[in-house]
């Protein structure tokens, strides 16, 4: 199995940053796809930003030029740097770790951020 453990949110003015990590630990071998998503009350979990084994990034519209997804192999975590932010980036963010075309996606519990205007 494959756990992930998130931390970092919180909550901060519109225009102020937040930098979330996740820890990921267990059979993380074939782990090939990590990536940070988030769902705010009353919407649908979205991506927020992905980053493959290569070092290939993908980023939702909302998060292009204010967000960066990071991933240090040696140890283990995934990052996300979020800057400028804004009251409608308030969610949970949730740090998601799969082997692509496959059953096996994991997830972490959730860490809120709250950006007050």
């Known amino acids: 199995q494959v756990q992930l453990v998130e931390s970092g949110g919180g909550l901060v003015q519109a225009g102020g940053s937040l930098r979330l990590s996740c820890t990921v630990s267990?059979?993380?071998?074939?782990?090939?796809?990590m990536g940070w998503y988030r769902q705010a009350p009353g919407k649908q979990r979205e991506l927020v930003a992905v980053?493959?084994?290569?070092?290939?990034?993908n980023y939702a519209d909302s998060a292009k030029g204010r967000f960066t997804i990071s991933r240090d192999n040696a140890k283990n975590t995934v990052a996300l740097q979020m800057n400028s932010l804004k009251p409608e980036d308030s969610a949970v963010y949730y740090c998601?770790?799969?082997?692509?075309?496959?059953?096996?996606?994991?997830w972490g519990q959730g860490t809120q951020v709250t950006v007050s205007s």
């Open positions: 980053i493959i084994s290569g070092g290939g990034t």
């Open positions: 998601n770790a799969r082997v692509a075309l496959s059953i096996y996606d994991f």
């Open positions: 267990g059979n993380i071998f074939s782990i090939n796809v």
